[in-house]
């Protein structure tokens, strides 16, 4: 608990000081949510449960940053690991950091994949089946089973619709999808995902 507190602390410090010094600069603020153990390159911070992102956070908890002082939030494979009402408490985390304008890019494993293999298992391709702690088997449901949970890390589910359902209900504007982008996108991950963009009106 001593410890959380500490974090907190001192991220936020960090926090003020990079803001400060951002915003100084005439800089915008672009940042990675939930980016795994790295730090950010080309005008980017990251932040995640690790302490080697550039900024150590539980995205259960509000966002440390004030409201509109963000330019862009990128998430990449992050948001199904959410239950539902903790998802659409940190998409509005991120709709309040984001300024006026600001732009929300997304990218998620796309479900119906998987639900298709149900129907037509024939013309699945088990290479998609990649992470073995999950449940890996040529059973039609546990193509299913795999993608729904994913060994327990796998919280919901999306496609191209409900993607873009979700990023309304969090009050995100001009919402579309997009196409992979290779500058910001995982290329490994590029024949299971779907990508979207939102504004903040």
């Not at 309040?96 to 639900?115: M, Q």
Request: proline fraction near 5%.
């Amino acid at each position: 608990m001593w410890l959380d507190i500490f974090r907190r602390m001192l991220n936020s410090v960090k926090i003020n000081m990079l803001i400060s010094k951002i915003q100084k600069n005439g800089g915008e603020i672009k940042l990675e949510i939930g980016s795994g153990p790295v730090k950010g390159n080309n005008g980017w911070l990251t932040l995640d449960l690790s302490n080697q992102s550039d900024l150590y956070w539980n995205l259960l908890e509000p966002l440390p940053f004030p409201d509109n002082s963000i330019s862009v939030i990128y998430s990449s494979h992050v948001l199904e690991h959410f239950y539902y009402r903790d998802l659409m408490t940190l998409l509005k985390e991120c709709f309040r950091v984001l300024k006026p304008d600001g732009l929300f890019d997304v990218c998620v494993p796309n479900a119906s994949i998987y639900i298709r293999a149900y129907l037509h298992p024939e013309y699945f391709d088990t290479a998609f089946l990649a992470y073995k702690p999950a449940v890996v088997s040529e059973l039609k449901m546990d193509i299913v089973n795999y993608i729904a949970y994913m060994d327990g890390n796998h919280r919901f589910m999306f496609d191209q619709e409900n993607l873009l359902r979700v990023l309304s209900s969090a009050g995100f504007v001009d919402i579309c999808q997009r196409d992979f982008n290779p500058k910001l996108d995982k290329g490994e991950r590029k024949h299971e995902s779907i990508y979207a963009l939102g504004v903040k009106p």
